[in-house]
């Protein structure tokens, strides 16, 4: 271990001190103690993910290797893996800094998007609500899975990350515009795709918000679709999909799901027969119980049995009558869960690389149902005053 080693590995620290009560105060949010047990849970699962890589193996391994190409080659190259080469290159081939301390880089980038999760639900929801007798928040920032594939060396902490500062910065979009601008700048670079979501989910969002001012929504609904025009070229090559028939998405999903399913029998699944109701609930809720091959698996079934009871406490028309006047912030969390979970559970038939593509979506999920879950909560106490004041006392009687 290098002195670079020892300077970053003192330095993260020091910064989670920094970052925590510097972006609660920009988020309005006074109450951070939970935040600092968070940051001590994500390392705990910063450290397990690099045993897991170090035993089986995995594409961290890859990203952290010195190369002989330069960083203008690796940037020449465009996006996804060459991309992550390049954003790792000052810190392998110059730094030369261990897989260690690398991982740590990266469980801190991961803590970052967990944090804005954090303080953008705290702002979004107000009343705290509880389930068979927990506190859904913050309880629903422990889940194992949401740490341990946002902790590691790759795109899925990196694009994490990406989706948390975008949902913050939303928050308040002309003020941090910036931030707004590092997430789709790096998700873009990394999965396009999921730039392509972000815009398309909250541009919606906007455009169905009824406190936004109708030359708001117009704007920020148009600038949205100007970055996806943009794009939109680019996405389509990175995907390799000549166009957008029902053909061309077929074949894509088909081949995506075969070469996924290659060489991972043990949690391969043949979705290519499955109702697309299926593949979703496939998607979002498996593995579960009867899928269990190893350790992850247990823990995986007991986090997707959590959501699910959740969601099943949510699903009823009486959600989709709420959505329309949620804000656009929660209604673009809706849409990109709901785009995302629809595109991914057509093209992929492995349920560990579904637990790894989801993990960027299960926030925004666990967001929008809480929220639904407090604002019923809500109704319910408002009703009950309502009730309580129109109750006439009776003389003699208290």
Request: proline share 3%; charged share 15%; with cysteine.
């Amino acid at each position: 271990m290098g002195i670079f080693d020892v300077i970053i590995l003192l330095l993260i620290p020091y910064l989670v001190k920094v970052a925590i009560p510097y972006f609660s105060k920009i988020a309005g949010v006074k109450y951070t103690k939970w935040l600092y047990y968070l940051w001590y849970y994500h390392v705990f699962f910063g450290v397990i993910f690099i045993i897991y890589i170090q035993v089986f193996g995995g594409d961290a391994l890859g990203y952290w290797r010195i190369k002989e190409a330069s960083l203008d080659e690796y940037l020449e190259l465009g996006q996804g893996t060459a991309f992550m080469h390049a954003f790792n290159y000052v810190f392998v081939n110059v730094l030369r800094l261990s897989f260690f301390t690398g991982s740590m880089i990266y469980t801190f980038i991961g803590f970052l998007g967990v944090m804005f999760f954090y303080l953008s639900t705290a702002k979004l929801v107000k009343t705290n609500v509880k389930v068979y007798g927990y506190n859904v928040f913050p309880c629903i920032f422990f889940l194992p899975n949401l740490h341990f594939w946002s902790s590691g060396v790759g795109k899925d902490t990196l694009v994490f990350f990406c989706v948390g500062l975008f949902l913050f910065s939303v928050m308040s979009p002309l003020r941090r515009s910036i931030g707004i601008a590092i997430a789709l700048i790096l998700s873009y670079n990394i999965r396009p795709h999921i730039t392509i979501f972000l815009l398309a989910s909250f541009g919606i969002g906007f455009l169905f918000d009824n406190k936004l001012k109708p030359v708001q929504k117009i704007f920020l609904s148009l600038c949205m679709i100007a970055v996806a025009a943009i794009i939109f070229d680019d996405v389509m090559r990175f995907l390799k999909l000549e166009d957008m028939s029902s053909e061309s998405v077929e074949q894509f999903s088909d081949k995506r799901v075969y070469n996924l399913s290659r060489g991972h029998t043990g949690s391969s699944v043949d979705i290519s027969s499955y109702p697309l109701p299926l593949k979703v609930f496939t998607f979002l809720f498996r593995p579960l119980f009867f899928d269990i091959h190893n350790v992850m698996g247990v823990f995986a079934s007991i986090e997707n049995l959590i959501m699910l009871i959740l969601f099943t406490k949510v699903l009823n028309i009486k959600t989709l009558e709420l959505l329309k006047q949620a804000p656009y912030q929660i209604k673009g969390l809706f849409f990109f869960f709901l785009i995302g979970s629809i595109a991914f559970s057509t093209s992929l038939g492995n349920l560990g690389i579904m637990m790894r593509q989801k993990n960027m979506l299960v926030p925004g999920m666990l967001i929008f149902m809480f929220w639904v879950l407090s604002t019923r909560k809500e109704e319910l106490i408002v009703r009950y005053k309502r009730m309580k004041s129109k109750i006439i006392p009776v003389a003699g009687i208290t």
